[in-house]
Every structure is written in C-alpha cells, then in structure tokens.
C-alpha cells in the first residue's frame, strides 16, 4: 500500500497493488471541518465487461465531535445517524426512512437495538463490559468467563426448547 498526502497530513490517495492492477482510492478531506475529517471517497472499478466507472461516497460529520452524521453512496441515498450525549449512535435511517434504534440502559448494562422491522435485540453485560447474554424474541444465548475474564463458553437456546453448548 502506498499513500499520498495533502497539504495537511491527511491521506488524500491511498494505492493498494492487487495482482494485475493498482486500486486506487481517493479521498477529500473538507474544510468546512478545517481538513479534519473525509468528506469525499472515490474509488475507480472495473465491471465483467471492462468498462470502469467512478463509485463516491460522501460524508457529513459533527462538527464539534467528529460523529459521521451522514453517509450518501455512489447512488446519492444518503444514510442517516443520531447519537446520545456519550456519542454512542441511538439511531441510524436508511435512505428508504426506515430507521433502526438503539437504547442504552446504563445502569443495568443493557443496550436495546430495533431494527427496521421491528425485532427487538437485548444485549446485557457484566461491569467489565463483557457480553453475558443477548436476546432476539424467544431465542437467547449466554456467555460464561473464567476467572480471569477470558471466555469458555456459549451456550444458545432457539424458541425455548434447543440448547447448544460451546467450550472453548
């Protein structure tokens, strides 16, 4: 790989050596947030039938904490993010508005994500911040650590009646 710089520091192209050809990837750091941040990628791809075209995303950020409040693909749909005082992403809507949520309980160490058709996940964890057990409707799974925090086993219960136990 090999790297090219603006007059900032920043990586503005970036060369990786495939077998047969060099990709190259070009990225626009803005100045509305003083060259601080990516707000334009564009890389050049090759179809089946060797016809190259340009695919860009694009990016808009917080301007005080840097967060990704938006991302438009190469087709101009533009994804969407929302973030808690904390900066932890509370919602992201997909270009069609369907949105997946995403709530933190942080005094019982849950986090609660819904997605865009509604199926709710829990994910609880222990004060060390290590997953113990994450729901999806009726299915769940549980994860044990030894004593020193390192994991050894998942245990995972489908609908309430099918119980598959790994030990690592």
Known sequence: MNYGYDQYGNASTITVKDDNRNIIISQEFGAQYNAGFVTKQSINVTDADGNVSTIT???????????????????????????????????????????????????????????????KTIREFNPLGQKVKETTGLNFSTYGYDASYIPFAVSTHVKCCVSVVRKH
């Open 57 to 119: 995303k694009q990016a808009e950020n917080n301007k005080l904490t840097g967060a990704l409040t938006k991302l438009i693909d190469g087709k101009g749909n533009a994804t969407t993010y929302e973030y808690d005082a904390l900066g932890r992403v509370t919602k992201e809507t997909l270009p069609d508005q369907n949105a997946t949520t995403i709530a933190y309980e942080d005094v019982n160490n849950k986090v609660t994500s819904t997605n865009v058709t509604g199926i």
